[in-house]
């Protein structure tokens, strides 16, 4: 785990900076890595339920998407507050925001 009132932070980190961090972390692994592989789950083992396995699978990847996006949003309010500079994880997290954009617009 990682440290973050030694990593540039200008004072102690408070409970409810801990608090976004938690909840950036749990919106990140139900959306990117619980709904989205649920959804193309479907969209691999379902095609036989045609064309309830369509209308499953875009509504399944749009609930994971929106949790993504706002695993971003909090990711961005986080970096503001706490000026904690982090390159890979915030690099892998716009990837991922974009590939995710460009599979909504497919």
Known sequence: MI???????????????????TNHGIL???GWGLI???GAI????????????????AIIQ????????GTVVLGLQ????????IPAHRGIGIFALVLSILQ???
């Not at 440290?3 to 961090?21: D, F």
């Not at 986080?78 to 500079?85: A, G, R």
């Open 42 to 57: 479907i969209a691999r083992y379902f095609r036989h339920k045609d064309p309830l396995w369509f209308y499953l699978h």
């Open 78 to 85: 986080l970096y503001s507050k706490m000026h904690v500079h």
């Open 28 to 30: 990140a692994i139900i």
């Open 36 to 38: 989205l592989p649920v």
């Open 3 to 21: 440290n973050y009132a030694l990593t540039g932070s200008t004072g102690p980190v408070s409970s409810e900076l801990i608090q976004m961090r």
């Open 104 to 106: 909504v617009c497919h």
């Open 62 to 69: 749009f609930v994971g998407f929106t949790f993504g996006l």
